[in-house]
């Protein structure tokens, strides 16, 4: 029972007409034309792509340089600030020594007001429970004092903002006196 159709109604590339008793639908790929067609579609992403790569390149240089002139700028207030106290200084010993006292006196207020506009700050120590966070220890001594107080700094330490740039050298109780002779 052989049909005979010519190449007009043979149904092949018209969805929804039956071939052989079953439905026939389209698969056609978008953008799965010609080569000519693909290679054009290659080579417009490839270029998207080489400039987006390009312009985040320049994305990170450029944010590396600002970063850096941030920093740079940020060095340069606090070395303005620490000329006044060199200033002073100067001044200082300059002075007869009945005014020496004085004037240290004035320029070690003048430094410690710099470093708090600059958020340095000095770790308080004496008396407080040694913490290796803040705290060298640099001595274990017998004291009246609790062991793990300190007793004793020898080196003040400092935070800039909340992380601790100079850690303090104590020395720190081994615990009370009479405890040990017994």
């Known amino acids: 029972m052989g049909c005979i159709m010519n190449d007009a109604d043979d149904g092949h590339g018209q969805?929804?007409?039956?071939?052989?008793?079953?439905?026939?639908?389209s698969t056609a790929v978008p953008g799965a034309g010609e080569p000519d067609e693909q290679?054009?579609?290659?080579?417009?992403?490839n270029d998207r792509f080489l400039?987006?790569?390009a312009d985040f390149e320049n994305y990170k240089k450029r944010s590396e340089r600002d970063r850096a002139s941030l920093?740079?700028?940020?060095?340069?207030?606090?070395?303005?600030?620490?000329l006044e106290v060199l200033d002073n200084m100067d001044r200082a010993l300059k002075a007869d020594d009945a005014h020496l006292h004085e004037g240290v006196?004035?320029?070690?207020?003048?430094?410690?007001?710099?470093?708090?506009?600059?958020?340095?700050r000095p770790i308080d120590s004496l008396k407080?429970?040694?913490?290796?966070?803040?705290?060298?220890?640099?001595?274990?001594?017998?004291?009246?004092e609790p062991a793990g107080t300190i007793i004793d700094e020898i080196s003040r330490g400092y935070r800039m903002h909340e992380r601790v740039i100079r850690f303090a050298k104590v020395a720190v109780s081994k615990g009370n006196l009479k405890d040990q002779e017994a």
């Open 71 to 82: 920093v740079a700028m940020a060095n340069e207030r606090f070395a303005i600030d620490l």
């Open 105 to 120: 006196v004035q320029i070690h207020q003048l430094l410690n007001d710099q470093m708090l506009r600059h958020g340095v």
């Open 15 to 25: 969805p929804g007409k039956e071939v052989n008793g079953t439905e026939e639908t």
């Open 39 to 45: 290679k054009k579609a290659y080579a417009d992403l």
């Open 51 to 53: 400039r987006l790569a």
């Open 128 to 144: 407080k429970t040694f913490n290796p966070a803040e705290h060298e220890a640099i001595a274990h001594v017998p004291s009246d």
